[in-house]
């Protein structure tokens, strides 16, 4: 027996051997210290490698353990690459490039020769005119390649549950610096510059870590269950706000994500590796990567991926470990770590080791996995990967140098450049420019209005032309469609009709403009209009940054009109949180010659103080809001200023459910959306605490994705429907949708449809059968989507349609299909659009487009003075679906006073 479990006689033995003390907690404030044992074994102690600079530090000599004797803390990497940038000043400069949103170091260490550093400035500039080649000559180019380094980024430990990725990159770095007489050391250094990222996600690491130090033993436990491994909601993988960072790197929402795009555009890597952790029972994994890839990357990369992988095979199959190509991971979604810097013309990898989880794993197999052994094999894969960019330095450099040119030249072609018109929402249409120059795309800004594609554009028109070196990423973020290989998804046809799932991996679309819900218009001719160049910070400028702030409004005496938008949601927000009597539209109508749509909302003369005056001026200049003052309360047409469709909007707190059952990422992408996004505040409160709360404190509470059955029933749920009958609004999404809609929890009319079959005629005795016909369930779910984008239409004069038009593009991911409401039960303000418009982008089967068409996405129905607002999907998604965003903000916003 072995901590309480059967174990083999060769598992018990190992782990007695190696383990025979009490264990280092491993986690922020852990009071213990590792006990180590002084035994030879690659299972516990690092790799040998030469070292023939004893001035460069352990980390032993540093933080007091080595690098694979336990789990090693935020604050000790950042201590330990501080010591190394210290004791070798002349090979390493540490680069602190940002803080965690809860405050930790963002740091990476960039290593090479000596020379490289002497040429610092020159250096830079060098690599910024490889990724710029405009204007280069070929002489340029030929001085560019033989005189530049290549960089190679290799980051670490973007999940904070995936742990031996931080202790190979204090290994690699030790390395490096340690033995510069080692011949591979010297080739890597002196042909490039080696960025290290040791920990891409300090707040999941703590998390894990503090987790693992709950459930740990006197011995570390090898059974997969462990608690020290298995740990409760939200698990660690995330980062604060419980996003997958490995799915921001276009979206650009979370901090760690911009600051760390931020920092690599300063150096343009050629190879960026992203090492990562699987499955105890998996083996490693290395590119090539698995159909269907990008139809962005080229052929030369394709080659050159291909020599990677058979180096890093080579290095395997001589050490007897064993790993896998082409599977599980694609390249076709650009939002990874390996794909976003491939669509810059990078050679962009993902590496991912079976984790232990902690310090020691049994495998299925019985086999041992230790902290040691994914270390290891995490750091051979990175040096041998990094020696293969310094013996093809040039190779590299002309494959990126190629890349950025045939964009160029591929962008005078065909389409030209995307505009972005101002149009129904400028501040949205701002922030979506912002993020593409925040992505190292050129975005320019018109200075005056033009004439384009049979049609006039205002001065402020955004253009982002297609012959700049980022053009392939242009494509793949404002392209309405990408395109799959069509043998790749002939497969899948295949496999559908087995019941086999997809081998989809992720989204299929993710247009931005789609994301957005705002216009890009298409150019296939040259422009001439005057333009300035958008600066990269400028997702990070709020509108009114930079310009002194008004100490009142405009003089009115009826009040202050402001046009919904995302931008005077945001003001909406703030005023509302401080405590600004605010009153929105139910209807549409006309003032002082300007029309106004539902949802405008109305600052009384009347009913502000002097300081709730210059507050709201304040929050309108910040966000690029400009009121309108109203002097004549006489309105040309539409509801009256003062109807009793113009009503109050209640503010009130907002309670947002948290932890089991809910979707740990639903909900942190709703928290992110409300508390960072849009500025408002929010109470987060554990579902299985919501029975202890107060509900009259709140007048909305938001539900996240998840089956809450078994946690909001019983007198719960009847304290729950009583608090909407008495006028609060309860706000539910994708599966938390369902459980509303289900039988015994009845708090949505609709329901959740199947795809019933009809059963074929009975045939005679002894007659062929078709198969596959016989063996179709009766009942099962509706054809399920991954990560389409499908169209569907709004109710335009309902208050949760303000501000989107008449038709919004969802993305649509699952098999969740509601029916709609009767007209005699509630309103449905979204509907999918009829099946001959339904898709607008990705993989949809075609027999799973007609249970949809014209089925409910977003629903309002009534209950007492209150209201259920349902969303069919997640509007929520990463943090980057701005369109459905929005439709979320007026549910939270708008819809209590309606």
Known sequence: MLNGRRCGPLTCLLLT????????????????TLHTPDVPSALVTSPALPVSDPNVPTLR??????????????????????????????????????????????????????????????????????????????????????????VTALLHAVHGNEVTPVASALMLAHHLLAAPDDPDVARILRESVVLIDPLQNPDGRARFLAENALGVGPAPDSDP??????????????????????????????????????????????????????????????????????????ATQDTLFALFGRENAQLFDERGWPYFIREIFDGTYPGYGATWPTAHGALGK??????????????????????????????????????????NRERILRSYLEFRQSAIREGETDVRAYLLPPGRDPGLTRRLAALLAANGIQVDRATESFSAADRDFPEGTWIVPLDQPAGRLVRNLLDPETPMDPDFLELQEERRAQRLPAQIYDLTAWSLPYLWNVESVAIRSPLAVRTDRVSPD???????????????????RVGWLLPWSSDVAMVTAGALSAGIPLNAAGGSFAVQGRDFGVGTILARAAELSGDD????????????????????????????????????????????????????QSAGWARWVLEQRYGLPVSVVRAGSLGRAQLSRYSVIVVPQGNFRGTLDGPLLDRLRHWIRDGGTLIT??????????????????????????????????????????????????????????????????????????????????????????LNEGRNVGVYAPLDELVLSGVVWDEARPQRASKAFLMRQPLGRGRIIAFAEDPNFRGYAEGTQLLFMNAVLLAPAF
């Open 17 to 32: 051997v190696l383990f025979p003390g009490p264990p280092g907690l491993g986690a922020e404030g852990g009071q213990f």
């Open 61 to 150: 000599q540093v933080v007091g353990h080595g690098p694979t004797e336990r789990l090693t803390r935020p604050s000790e990497v950042v201590r330990y690459l501080e010591a190394l940038a210290e004791a070798a000043p002349d090979r390493a400069r540490l680069i602190r490039y940002g803080r965690s949103w809860q405050g930790r170091p963002l740091v990476m260490l960039a290593v090479a020769d000596p020379h490289w550093w002497e040429r610092g400035e020159e250096v830079m500039e060098g690599l910024a005119r490889l990724a710029d080649p405009r204007g280069l000559t070929p002489s340029d180019v030929d001085d560019l390649v033989a005189e530049m380094p290549v």
């Open 225 to 298: 269950l462990a608690a020290e491994r298995d740990h409760p909601w939200p698990g660690s993988r995330s980062n604060h706000y419980l996003f997958d960072l490995n799915r921001d790197w276009f979206g650009l929402t979370q901090i760690e994500t911009r600051e760390r795009v931020r920092e690599l555009l300063r150096w343009n890597p050629h190879v960026v590796v992203d090492l990562h952790e699987m499955g105890s029972n998996s083996t490693y994994y290395f590119p090539p990567s698995a159909a269907p890839g990008s139809p962005h990357t080229t």
């Open 350 to 391: 993902t590496f991912e080791q079976a984790s232990p989880r902690g310090m020691v794993v049994e495998r299925d197999d019985g086999a041992l996995l230790s902290y040691g052994d994914g270390a290891e094999r995490n750091l051979q894969a990175a040096l041998r990967t990094a020696l293969t960019a310094a013996e």
């Open 538 to 556: 400028l997702l990070d400028q709020a509108p009114g940054a930079g310009t002194a702030f008004p100490t009142d409004l405009p003089p009115a």
């Open 613 to 664: 005056r210059r507050e709201l001026a304040r929050l309108a200049h910040h966000h690029g809001v400009e009121p309108m003052a109203v002097g004549d309360g006489f309105v040309d047409r539409g509801i009256s200023l003062g109807s009793n469709q113009m009503r109050r909007l209640p503010g009130g707190r907002v309670l947002l459910l948290w932890d089991e059952p809910s979707s740990s």
């Open 733 to 822: 999404m994708g599966e938390s949708t369902r459980w509303a809609a289900s039988e015994d929890v009845g708090l949505l009319a609709t329901r959740a449809e199947s795809r019933d079959r009809v059963s074929p005629p009975a045939t005679e005795p002894g007659t062929p059968i078709d198969l596959l016909e016989a063996v179709t369930p009766e009942r099962e779910p509706p054809e399920s989507i991954s990560g389409a984008l499908l169209r569907v239409h709004l109710d335009a004069g309902e208050v949760l349609a303000a501000g989107a038009g008449t038709e919004i593009p969802v993305l649509v991911s699952g098999n969740r299909i509601f029916s709609p409401l009767r």
